[in-house]
């Protein structure tokens, strides 16, 4: 009979270890490919998420020639009604490492009874919980993992199955309607769908940038960074597919780049062991913090009306694209939560439900680091500047100009002090919310406090 594939963090047609074993079980019987619009998820994202999800979907579909099955429901009913439908042997998926994605694949093991749910890959290039230290435990600060993980073997690419045979289904008219509107009712995306579109930008990144990777993927107005996280994101493409590609090539900038690729697959780690850690402080050092709770401040921060340049343009730059760049994140982050004295979740919530390249782990132990609560928190007295920070990383102001038209006019540099020209006010930007000097000092008492 036939084999079923159920993709979810997997769209792609290449290097994709679960497509080739389903592919290889069925064998003349054909796979079902299916993607299966699951009411809890589609509901937890915004607009910008849900459109991403949904022409990745749609590039999918194209990839495999129109073979793939649209469905809508839990999944926990809809695989296995799937599965007596076709008569299939066995359904086939990536396994996943989440605390929902680990829950909900048990729950659908669980009602299909007697037909298999085989796992083969993962969306990283090492599997989560599989670098353990020589003590046979998950390593707890990421500098070590690194190293051990560049030392773990993981499998060459996969080549496509061929031939490819499909086994095909009826797509459901609901599961066709609410991808539909999503793609016609969410903003353009500034991310191109698909899997060509993801290599054909991964090539223009290691040809132009990733050489100088290391010193300008600081730089916000930079395009020096390679944006493949959103297709990291949906398993558009897969890590092991950049690390293959990047060969045996050496220099500060490859280098740097296979360890931000690391940090990616330490968190996912770290969540696998520690599933709390979404959610909750990882460490218990700040138990005793005193936050503020979420008012009108925290309101001009998601629109990105605090008065202060860098951090506007980052949160605008999250609104308009459902992308920020990683130093405005960190910024953007620190200022919620020592600036305006916000327990970090609230930030988090804010930024997962507009980034296209949204992920749990990454996200969330991304703002735990920046709050002092993560696994190699930044140390808590350390307070970013925002004001000092745009000058440094967006030196001419491009960046700031690009995100807030207001302070247009302003040249160069100026942009990150409008409060020093006397026409800074008048296009309507806000005046600053706190002072900055007065919050630092305010959040390291805070922290005395709560030692
Ligand atoms: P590049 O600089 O080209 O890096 C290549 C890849 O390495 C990225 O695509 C990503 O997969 C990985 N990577 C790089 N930096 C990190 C990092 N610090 N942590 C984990 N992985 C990293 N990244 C997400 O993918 N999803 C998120 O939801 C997310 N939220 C974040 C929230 C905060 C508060 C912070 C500080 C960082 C967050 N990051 C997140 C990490 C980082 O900002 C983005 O991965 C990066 O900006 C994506 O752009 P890029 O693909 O051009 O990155």
Not at 193 to 210: N, S, T, Y
Not at 292 to 302: I, K, L, S, T
Request: charged share 25%.
């Amino acid at each position: 009979g036939p084999t079923i594939l159920w993709l979810r963090r997997d769209l792609r047609l290449r290097d994709h270890p679960a497509l080739v074993e389903a592919a290889r079980q069925a064998e003349s019987a054909g796979v079902t490919a299916v993607f299966v619009v699951d009411p809890r998820l589609w509901a937890g994202g915004g607009d910008a998420r849900r459109r991403w999800l949904a022409d990745n979907v749609q590039a999918l579909e194209h990839a495999y020639d129109g073979h793939l099955v649209l469905r809508v429901g839990a999944p926990e009913e809809v695989i296995p009604a799937l599965a007596s439908e076709v008569g299939a042997r066995a359904v086939h998926i990536s396994r996943e490492s989440t605390p929902y994605g680990r829950r909900r694949d048990e729950r659908v093991q669980a009602a299909l009874g007697d037909v298999p749910l085989v796992a083969t890959g993962t969306p990283y290039a090492v599997g989560p919980g599989r670098v353990l230290n020589g003590s046979g435990s998950a390593y707890k600060v990421f500098t070590p993992f690194a190293r051990a993980w560049r030392e773990h073997c993981w499998p060459a690419p996969a080549d496509v199955p061929s031939p490819l045979r499909w086994h095909d289904a009826r797509s459901d008219q609901q599961a066709r309607a609410l991808l539909k509107k999503a793609r016609e009712t969410g903003p353009a995306p500034a991310f191109a769908a698909g899997e060509e579109a993801a290599l054909a930008r991964w090539d223009e990144f290691v040809d132009e940038a990733v050489a100088t990777y290391d010193t300008d993927r600081d730089l916000a107005a930079v395009d020096g960074t390679s944006r493949m996280s959103p297709y990291l994101k949906l398993g558009i493409v897969h890590p092991r597919t950049l690390l293959a590609s990047l060969g045996a090539r050496r220099g500060d900038g490859v280098e740097t780049f296979r360890t931000e690729l690391a940090w990616r697959e330490f968190y996912a780690d770290v969540l696998w062991h520690q599933p709390h850690s979404a959610w909750k402080d990882l460490r218990g050092n700040l138990a005793g913090m005193a936050y503020d709770e979420p008012g009108d401040d925290v309101r001009a921060w998601q629109s990105g009306r605090t008065g202060f340049p860098f951090v506007d343009a980052g949160m605008r730059q999250l609104l308009a694209e459902g992308w920020m760049h990683n130093r405005v994140r960190m910024v953007t982050a620190s200022f919620l939560t020592k600036d305006l004295h916000v327990w970090w979740p609230i930030g988090a919530r804010h930024f997962l439900e507009h980034l296209v390249d949204g992920d749990l782990a990454s996200n969330n132990h991304g703002w735990q680091w920046v709050s002092g609560t993560g696994t190699d928190a930044a140390p808590y007295f350390r307070v970013f500047n925002p004001i000092t920070q745009g000058q440094r990383f967006d030196p001419d102001g491009t960046y700031v100009r690009r995100w807030v038209p207001e302070l247009r006019h302003l040249e160069g540099g100026a942009v990150h002090e409008p409060w020093k020209h006397t026409d800074g006010y008048v296009h309507g930007y806000p005046e600053r919310i706190v002072d900055h000097a007065e919050e630092r000092r305010e959040a390291l008492r805070r922290y005395e406090n709560a030692r």
